[in-house]
């Protein structure tokens, strides 16, 4: 598939990886050794941009203590290590950025009661704020957000963006989807504010709004921003896609670059989990490009890559951002380039 030019960057091909959580960073918030190989393969593996899993914008906006971080300029120093590699291989590095709100202070998925435990401040984890003080399933009740609260989310974001220039990446995503902070006061099934927080459409995207600008203006211009946009709830009562339409409209105002389209997340409900089926995005994806004209990147499971080769080539996705096909095969978008001999590393081809 052919480059994508987004501002000043020019992604070579439109199969991404799709940030994904691994929990495994130092208790200082700094990638290890696993991220350097994890996300060293996958752009060895031929994805044209490499996003980098949900790094926290402070030491309170984590899901778990083994979170990656980027509030600091040690911690950005600590990432170019992957930004340096991924780039050297070809692919494009991009980080997304992520406050977790009522989804915080968890402990990692394979242990205890994984993502439903959570952790109390007695026992190393941390207060969490929502905008309301409504709880995530069995997780802790969140404070609700103050005036300095919600200003504290949005400068956290602005210097995150910040951190993310000076480790070496090209292109930064704001999570605004899976239930996570900024969702959360988009969606009226967790916001339930009576002030201009609240209520309204035009009220729950007041601070989504604030965070796309900051993020947007503390990002150099040259270099693209993208949201993961929820599209849908998938519960009465949430965000449809309408609302999808306007906020994706006001995104496009502030000057965002890209949609990644996913949906769900905000509700415990077995019933508001998104269907599990190829290509479940793609409509939600034409759509939000159409109304909004930003260039899209459905994401969940594509059945295989020609698929994907179709979507882009119809017109209806820009690209696509692949997950769990890349944890189990880290060279698929390599396998799936018939006689690219010359794409593979020089190591590889007496394997071919």
Do not use: C
């Not at 944890?327 to 799936?336: E, V």
Request: glycine content about 10%.
């Amino acid at each position: 598939m052919r480059p994508l030019r987004l501002r000043d960057v020019t992604v070579p091909n439109r199969v991404w990886m799709s940030p994904m959580a691994q929990y495994s960073a130092g208790s200082d918030g700094k990638p290890t050794d696993w991220h350097l190989v994890h996300y060293g393969a996958r752009a060895i593996g031929g994805v044209g941009l490499t996003m980098v899993e949900a790094t926290a914008v402070g030491p309170s906006h984590r899901t778990t203590s083994a979170d990656l971080g980027i509030w600091n300029e040690e911690q950005a120093a600590a990432h170019r290590r992957l930004t340096s590699f991924i780039a050297e291989r070809g692919a494009v590095p991009a980080i997304q950025l992520l406050a977790a709100g009522r989804k915080g202070s968890h402990q990692v998925p394979w242990e205890g009661a994984g993502q439903n435990g959570p952790v109390s401040v007695a026992d190393g984890g941390w207060e969490t704020i929502g905008p309301s003080a409504t709880r995530f399933g069995e997780l802790g009740v969140p404070r609700e957000a103050g005036r300095a609260d919600i200003d504290e989310v949005v400068e956290a974001f602005a210097r995150a963006a910040r951190m993310s220039h000076l480790a070496g990446y090209e292109a930064v995503e704001i999570h605004a989807a899976h239930g996570y902070l900024v969702h959360q006061f988009l969606s009226p099934l967790s916001n339930h504010r009576t002030d201009e927080y609240g209520g309204s459409l035009q009220n729950r995207m007041r601070l989504p709004l604030r965070v796309a600008r900051a993020v947007r203006a503390a990002f150099p211009a040259e270099k693209p921003v993208f949201v993961r946009i929820t599209a849908t709830d998938w519960a009465d009562g949430g965000i449809s896609i309408d609302e999808a339409v306007t906020f994706a409209k006001e995104l496009a105002a502030v000057g965002i670059d890209l949609l990644d389209v996913s949906s769900g997340g905000v509700a415990r409900d077995r019933e508001a989990r998104p269907p599990v089926r190829d290509g479940v995005h793609v409509e939600f994806a034409d759509t939000l490009k159409r109304a909004s004209g930003l260039a899209v990147a459905p994401v969940g499971p594509i059945g295989d890559l020609s698929q994907a080769r179709e979507l882009v080539a119809d017109g209806r996705a820009d690209a696509v951002l692949i997950g769990r096909a890349l944890l189990r095969d880290p060279y698929l978008a390599l396998r799936n380039r018939p006689g690219a001999k010359a794409a593979w590393p020089s190591q590889y081809h007496r394997a071919l």
